[in-house]
């Protein structure tokens, strides 16, 4: 082919895919909601439930149920706890859904000597649950890292979802824009890293105050768990399995296959995980459609918990 014609037939590629992702984009500009306005106590996510253990296939996985509905389970990010969901957005979500969070493996009771930390393993932790829990065609949301472990969940069990959401979540392979490498350093939890440098990380600036005031009031604090201290060796090698997923383009390539329902959800102000990621999982999913949320972080369910909460219910419920 010479080169005229070569360069004409790429810019026709590269327009239809722009074309059609841009097809399948939405944009939604929330009200502010109010900060510091954790459920109370009594709330359906607190009252009289505790940590269970499902003994699955793969080894024991600690969780949380609550609400009444169709089933919909939460994977977390990135040196995360099942309490870095925010209150509110659980709440709302438990209106309407059988609700389900769940620490990783190696994260307080969940497979507590685990030494391997591939999404792979954690996508297959993930349906070993599902399995154990006998869920029925759940909406599975995955956070962060969550929504890689998800989307390795859709190509190993596609069968094991109903259907998916990815909310700040990143691409595999090259196709993504890779986190910059002083930002994973303030996720990291180093040594010098400050409470107030990782709330400036996860949220815009202009939520920045709101989210060191609120931040520890809004997050889920069940009855009895006791917020685990992550370890070294799962910092190490949850960072050493984004490294794997963000040069994994065997995993792009198979999710042009995955006919499974997707959300995308991203906030156009999230320095983690820039928007552009988002546009890519959207033209590599052939059922996905793009929510760009506007002055959304990266923890966009802190800032606008309860219109997240119900964008993801009208999704799963649709």
Not at 15 to 30: G, K, P
Request: aromatic share 6%.
């Amino acid at each position: 082919m010479n080169k005229p014609l070569r360069s004409t037939v790429l810019t026709i590629t590269l327009l239809c895919a722009a074309l059609s992702t841009a097809a399948h984009v939405r944009t939604a500009s929330y009200p502010q909601e109010a900060a510091c306005v954790a459920p109370p106590a009594t709330s359906s996510i607190y009252a009289d439930h505790r940590e269970q253990i499902a003994d699955t296939s793969r080894g024991p996985l600690a969780y949380y149920r609550f609400g009444h509905g169709s089933p919909l389970l939460l994977v977390t990010g990135y040196r995360a706890t099942m309490s870095e969901w925010d209150a509110g957005f659980l709440a709302e979500l438990a209106k309407h859904h059988d609700v389900i969070v769940f620490d990783n493996r190696g994260i307080g009771r969940s497979m507590p000597d685990a030494s391997s930390f591939t999404i792979d393993d954690m996508a297959s932790d993930t349906a070993a649950l599902i399995d154990t829990l006998a869920l029925k065609h759940p909406t599975v949301v995955g956070w962060s890292m969550g929504g890689s472990i998800v989307q390795q969940l859709a190509i190993d069990k596609p069968q094991a979802i109903g259907k998916m959401v990815l909310m700040s979540a990143l691409p595999p392979g090259r196709i993504g824009v890779p986190v910059r490498e002083d930002i994973m350093a303030k996720l990291s939890g180093k040594p010098g890293v400050t409470f107030n440098d990782v709330m400036a990380v996860l949220f815009p600036a202009a939520s920045v105050k709101d989210a060191e005031r609120c931040f520890a009031k809004d997050r889920f604090k069940p009855a009895g768990y006791q917020s685990p201290v992550i370890s070294s060796a799962v910092a190490e090698g949850q960072s050493a399995s984004l490294k794997a997923w963000e040069t994994d383009d065997k995993a792009a390539d198979a999710l042009r296959s995955v006919r499974i329902d997707t959300l995308v959800l991203s906030g156009t102000d999230d320095a983690v995980v820039v928007k552009e990621n988002a546009a890519a999982l959207t033209r590599l999913l052939p059922h996905a459609q793009l929510l760009l949320v506007k002055h959304a972080g990266h923890a966009m369910m802190y800032q606008y918990p309860v219109a997240v909460a119900r964008a993801i219910d009208s999704f799963a419920r649709r």
